[in-house]
């Protein structure tokens, strides 16, 4: 007899299909009601979980920092001290806002829509001097990264070689290393306006260009450009080593919470020092952010700039990320200066520390 053969209970035939059909029936019924009773065990720890990490949030400070340009592995460190909880731990509830040519830090800080902003140790001073008193919580790029590039096919070996050649510049305080070096070496060129790429020095409308060794200059091998075929000055390398990127927030934010401000410092700080020892995941979380804002580059750019501002940040024997030292102010504020950028002075002081 098969295993669907008939059987008697209680001298009432029961049919062996509907039984195993009615078996099989309450076994999903009672394992749907086993799984609902998980499904909603799991719903309830969620919903505890968020409660918990709202509650948590509640007691965060919120802030929010515009970086300088668009995300990058520039701003790596800030992206690593959100995502390990760097600032959070300090009790801050940091948003990292996207930076770009419509975003400038100093519209944003001077609206309110942020609290602490990356720029340009030359751009702080000179907005300081037009009256918006941003001040510095720590210095990150101590020396300079820009360079000028000329092909060398096209003549140019030395500085004098420049005599007399369209050269793209960018604006007003990131040209100030390009013409104090045409003043050292008594060369005259035509300058041309330089945007946000290098087609222009590509398409031969220009003889030598300004570039970020990070940055620009990586472009340019990826377009097919070899070393061996430019001629480069770096800026450091002729007595013109200015630093750039800093972390800054208006003196007003540092009477009104100095602690906040102290913490965004302190955990951005570690922040850097975690990307140099993590690198790989620091471009993970670089990537995420360029993917999100939708930006034409790759994880070998994002790479190549990462090693070069490592190199940057952490020169050896240097100080690495940390306090603006009155040297560095003093050298920026010569040169702005000498430019006629600096429209008031401005005393380190008042710079760096923000007034009790």
């Not at 398409?203 to 970020?212: K, L, P």
């Amino acid at each position: 007899m098969g295993p669907f053969a008939a059987e008697f209970k209680g001298g009432r035939q029961i049919n062996p299909r509907r039984a195993f059909q009615k078996c099989s029936l309450l076994g999903y019924e009672r394992g749907m009601r086993l799984r609902a009773g998980h499904i909603l065990g799991l719903a309830a720890l969620l919903a505890l979980l968020l409660a918990w990490d709202a509650a948590r949030a509640e007691g965060l400070r919120r802030a929010a920092l515009i970086p300088q340009w668009e995300p990058q592995a520039q701003f790596a460190g800030y992206y690593a001290a959100r995502a390990k909880g760097f600032y959070a731990a300090r009790g801050v509830d940091l948003e990292i806002l996207r930076g770009g040519p419509a975003s400038p830090p100093s519209a944003l800080l001077t609206h309110g829509r942020a609290q602490f902003g990356t720029l340009f140790l030359s751009t702080a001073l000179r907005e300081r001097s037009e009256g918006l008193k941003l001040v510095n919580l720590a210095q990150f790029l101590r020396g300079t990264t820009m360079l000028l590039v000329a092909r060398r096919a096209s003549g140019v070996e030395k500085p004098e070689d420049l005599q007399g050649r369209r050269v793209s510049l960018w604006e007003k305080e990131y040209n100030i290393q390009p013409r104090a070096f045409f003043r050292k070496y008594r060369v005259g060129v035509k300058p041309l306006p330089q945007g946000f790429t290098v087609d222009l020095f590509l398409r031969g409308g220009a003889d030598a260009m300004t570039a970020m060794n990070y940055n620009e200059y990586h472009v340019l091998l990826n377009a097919g450009l070899d070393p061996w075929e430019l001629t480069v000055f770096p800026m450091r390398d002729h007595g013109l080593d200015y630093p750039e990127d800093g972390l800054y927030a208006l003196e007003d934010t540092c009477r009104a919470d100095p602690d906040l401000c102290r913490a965004v410092a302190e955990a951005s700080i570690e922040g850097w020092r975690w990307v140099f020892a993590h690198p790989e995941e620091a471009l993970d979380l670089v990537m995420v952010e360029v993917r999100a804002a939708n930006l034409p580059t790759n994880r070998m750019h994002q790479k190549w700039m990462l090693e070069r501002l490592r190199e940057a940040m952490t020169p050896p024997g240097g100080p690495g990320p940390g306090p603006l030292s009155r040297e560095e102010f003093e050298t920026m504020a010569r040169a702005l200066k000498d430019e006629g950028l600096l429209a008031n002075p401005v005393r380190y002081e008042d710079f760096r520390v923000p007034a009790p």
